[in-house]
Every structure is written in structure tokens, then in C-alpha cells.
């Protein structure tokens, strides 16, 4: 599959002042925040916590996203940090087909874009299913996840036994997911959606000119 790139992407309770505090865990520690413009910062090693909520407010409103690093460490380390850095403000819903998935994580600037091509991450084993509401990244074969992900519409089990890992799940707002916008359907050349290579080599310009009705990401941040 193209990264599903053409073919298909606590409360914590208080405790007494006298008791000792709790040594941080490298995942929880107070780490910088990276910059997306530069794959090498050393942010985007961070490992991410056990697990975290990710809320993303977009052009039809907000979800959540819930990760569990158990489900797939690679993919939540990397979409912790891509998250924390504000890679995906402004980001467009690029690939949305109605009943299947709705995908994104090309970057509006193609100087950006171009860093990241070939930041890949290491392929994690499949533990979770990819039915309604879980989030994955997409792939273009083995051993090329990037910043691309994919929000499943349906149960779409069959891409469990493609290697699609699984790292997270809409918990709140799946009705938002379910609004954005799928009338241009899939990706040139297939469909009349976009041509995923001039999105990357034209960038924002090319959507807003050629599918204006796309829906984007406002602004996503780690909760």
C-alpha cells in the first residue's frame, strides 16, 4: 500500500505532604519541546509517557486522540513529539474517503515536507486492531512510517495483516472525525483527490487553489 501514500495513514489522586515524592519516569520527565523544522532536534527522541491524550481542534470542531505506547512504542515516541512540536498546525485532512479512513500528516510547507521524507521510523509489531476510531501511521511498504497517520472510519482488520500497528484511539469527538470533509474521494491518479506527490513538491498552495473545501487542523496539543 502507498502511504496509504497512493493506495492507501489521571487524575492523580494528592498524597500527604510528608510523604516522598515519586522519582520521574524518563517518559514523564520535562522535556524541551522540539522544533519541525529540524528532524535531528533532540526532542524528537523523547520517549513518550505510558500514555497520553492528544486534542486536536480542527475546521469542524474537536477530538481526542488516547495513546497507549504499549500498542506500538515507535509510532507513539514519534507522534508524541511530532505533536508537541506543532507539526500538524494547519495540517489539511488530505486523503478523507467516507467509510474507510480519513488521512493526514503532509505538511503545508514543502521546505518541511522535504526534511522529514526520509525520517523513518522502525516498523512496530501489530497489537491492536485497526477497526472504528483507532490511529495509525500510514506506510508505503515496510520500514518507511514518517509523519503521515490515518483515523479508520470502519473495522478495516484487513490491514492488521499489512502491518499497519495501531497507536491510539479517538475517544472523544469520533462524530467530528466523521464530519470532515470526503467529497473529493480518493487520491489521483485512482480517485479525484489529490496527487500526493505535488502535494508534496506544491504544498499548501496546491490544495487551497485545487480542493478548497479540504478540512485542516487548527491546532493539536498533548493534554
Not at 515507535?74 to 500538524?88: E, I, K, P
Not at 472523544?172 to 513538491?201: F, I, S, T
Request: proline share 7%.
Amino acid at each position: 500500500m502507498r502511504h496509504l501514500s497512493y493506495s492507501l495513514i489521571c487524575a492523580v489522586t494528592a498524597v500527604a505532604a510528608c510523604q516522598k515524592p515519586a522519582a520521574k519516569s524518563p517518559a514523564s520527565a520535562t522535556t524541551a519541546i522540539p522544533d519541525f523544522h529540524k528532524p535531528a532536534d533532540p526532542g524528537f527522541s523523547a520517549q513518550a509517557p505510558d500514555s497520553f491524550r492528544a486534542r486536536f481542534s480542527t475546521t469542524k470542531g474537536d477530538f481526542v486522540i488516547e495513546v497507549h505506547r504499549a500498542w506500538a512504542p515507535r509510532g507513539a515516541d514519534r507522534f508524541y513529539s511530532l505533536v508537541r512540536s506543532g507539526f500538524y498546525d494547519g495540517v489539511r485532512f488530505f486523503r478523507v474517503m467516507p467509510g474507510f479512513m480519513a488521512q493526514f500528516g503532509i505538511h503545508s510547507d514543502t521546505t518541511v515536507t522535504a526534511v522529514w521524507r526520509e525520517q523513518r521510523i522502525p516498523d512496530d509489531p501489530v497489537r491492536r486492531t485497526n477497526v472504528r476510531g483507532m490511529v495509525t501511521f500510514a506506510t508505503a511498504g515496510p520500514g518507511t512510517r514518517t509523519t503521515q497517520i490515518f483515523i479508520n472510519y470502519r473495522n478495516n482488520d484487513r490491514l492488521d495483516a499489512m502491518g499497519f500497528a495501531p497507536f491510539g484511539q479517538v475517544v472523544v469527538g469520533m462524530d467530528v472525525v466523521d464530519k470532515l470533509y470526503g467529497g473529493y474521494g480518493e487520491a489521483a491518479p485512482q480517485g479525484r483527490g489529490p496527487d500526493q506527490y505535488r502535494l508534496n513538491v506544491e504544498g499548501e498552495k496546491y490544495l487551497a487553489r485545487q480542493f478548497p473545501q479540504l478540512d485542516r487542523i487548527m491546532k493539536a496539543t498533548v493534554e
